[in-house]
């Protein structure tokens, strides 16, 4: 069983290059917005081929979400991104109503002339990122559980199933959320649906209810090996609450007529199965061998490695996703740019970090995270936040912090070397923090391996060649 994007990545002859002119508008319109073509020239237009067809990739992130286009060589032809509208439900934010209209905004950022050449769309969306929806409508039934959210108290029910140690045995995990919710009081459990982020966002575009793909799928208790969720889930009562499962970028419809007649995209443009953030990033990055690993520095800190072996840990949060005949082994930590994001803006980072000597050794001894709750390399639903003693010098505190977040990315390769996995031997970088080149320096030194930016940072463009395999499978 291959995964879709390998296939793509090997066939691809062209790496893309692009300039970086930049469209920012305000707030309401898109956040910024960058047009090629194929001589990287930024232009107000792209020209498009009369028959040239072009693939829409889709990542809802942690804090915004992105588009990019890519025509079959892998050429980026536009790209946009647009932050999350703040909604609230009650006390709590409506994260489904702003990802329904980042979504649909997204959709308007594309120039008409690219939009009626779009063949074939996938989205990704943040891994275990879970909405109980009714099974008739598609309408949720509760409020979405977050990527990083914990449910210890299904954690026991949940152990009590599966095997020792299996990636379901974490409170992340999407099952974890699925029995917190059967066992809430009131839960209606009759026509329910748990789905992913990513799989309710195509939803909305294809309108074919209940189908997910087995990157999402792993952290519910799907087994990409042998593509069936284990006995020792079918079993269980709330089993038919779960999705059907297929590989990442498989057409599953065409888009809906009304969204085709509305946005102007082609009859026959399909909808395909998506992925997980992070994989979208490792996919982009256009790794391919063995000890190859991609490091997602973007609202947390995610890390993929193409290993020969399959690793499995809950006890530390480590889990293996499937890609072709390997495994990309990894996980999730909740440190990362969003504790960053809660002490300095974009451009105090990029000031002060220019400042930092990054072959000076950092004495400063922190866990930087958000809030109480690390998933890996330590699984500890109370792990407090470290970020104390705050020098007077900001430029110390964040030499302070990116170590520290090195440190804790060093600590999972080498778990990930001691639980059995291919050793380490590059890294590539995506997301937000690839741009700080003094943190990659930093990493360097602290990992001891050579890390560099990735060739494309976006997971959006990950999810975009998964698109283009969706095209070439012709199945619908
Ligand atoms: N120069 C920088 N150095 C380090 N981190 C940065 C820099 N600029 C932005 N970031 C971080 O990048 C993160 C956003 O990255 P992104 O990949 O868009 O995140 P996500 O997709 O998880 O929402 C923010 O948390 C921000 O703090
Ligand atoms: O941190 C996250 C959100 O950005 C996700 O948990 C991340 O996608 C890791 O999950 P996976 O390894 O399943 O992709």
Not at 17 to 30: D, H, P, Q, S, T
Not at 328 to 355: C, I, P
Request: net charge neutral.
């Amino acid at each position: 069983m291959s995964h879709p994007a390998s296939t793509i990545l090997s066939s691809l002859t062209y790496t893309p290059k692009f300039g970086n002119g930049l469209l920012i508008c305000n707030k309401r319109r898109v956040l910024s917005m960058n047009m090629r073509n194929g001589n990287n020239k930024k232009r107000s237009e792209v020209s498009v081929g009369a028959s040239e067809r072009l693939y829409l990739g889709l990542d809802f992130g942690t804090s915004g979400a992105r588009f990019a286009i890519v025509n079959n060589l892998g050429t980026i032809q536009a790209e946009a991104k647009r932050h999350y509208p703040l909604y609230s439900n009650g006390e709590s934010r409506d994260w489904v109503r702003s990802w329904k209209e980042t979504l649909f905004l997204l959709l308007e950022d594309i120039p008409l002339n690219i939009r009626k050449h779009i063949v074939s769309i996938s989205i990704d969306g943040t891994s275990a990122t879970t909405i109980i929806v009714d099974s008739d409508t598609g309408e949720p039934l509760w409020r979405p559980f977050l990527y990083n959210e914990s449910c210890p108290e299904a954690l026991p029910a949940v152990k009590s199933i599966a095997p020792p140690n299996h990636t379901v045995c974490s409170a992340p995990s999407t099952l974890c959320k699925l029995v917190s919710w059967w066992n809430r009081d009131g839960s209606n459990k009759k026509s329910a649906l748990l789905l992913h982020q990513a799989d309710w966002l195509l939803w909305l575009l294809h309108g074919k209810l209940g189908v997910s793909d087995y990157n999402n799928a792993l952290k519910v208790g799907y087994d990409p090996e042998v593509d069936s969720y284990p006995s020792w889930l079918v079993c269980q009562p709330y089993y038919n609450l779960l999705p059907s499962v297929v590989a990442p970028g498989t057409p599953i419809a065409c888009l809906k007529e009304e969204l085709r007649n509305k946005f102007g995209f082609q009859k026959d443009c399909v909808v395909c199965t998506g992925t997980t953030d992070s994989i979208a990033a490792f996919l982009a990055a256009q790794a391919t061998q063995p000890g190859e690993a991609v490091t997602s520095l973007g609202s947390t800190l995610a890390i993929k490695l193409l290993s020969n072996t399959r690793i499995e840990d809950s006890r530390f949060g480590v889990y293996s996703h499937r890609l072709d005949d390997k495994w990309l082994v990894g996980g999730a930590s909740n440190t990362g740019g969003v504790v960053l994001r809660q002490l300095f803006t974009d451009d105090q980072l990029e000031k002060l970090s220019e400042q930092i000597d990054p072959s000076q050794i950092s004495l400063l001894d922190y866990y930087p995270l958000p809030k109480a709750g690390e998933r890996f390399p330590v699984a500890d639903p109370d792990l407090a936040p470290r970020l104390l003693p705050r020098p007077e010098n900001d430029v110390e505190y964040l030499h302070g912090i990116l170590e520290s977040i090195a440190r804790i990315e060093a600590k999972g390769y080498g778990l990930l070397k001691e639980l059995g996995a291919t050793e380490v031997d590059q890294v590539f970088t995506a997301g937000g923090g690839a741009k700080n080149e003094k943190w990659t320096k930093i990493r360097e030194r602290v990992l001891g391996l050579p890390v560099s930016r990735a060739s494309q940072t976006e997971a959006a463009y990950g999810t975009a060649l998964l698109a283009i395999k969706g095209d070439q499978q012709n199945i619908l």
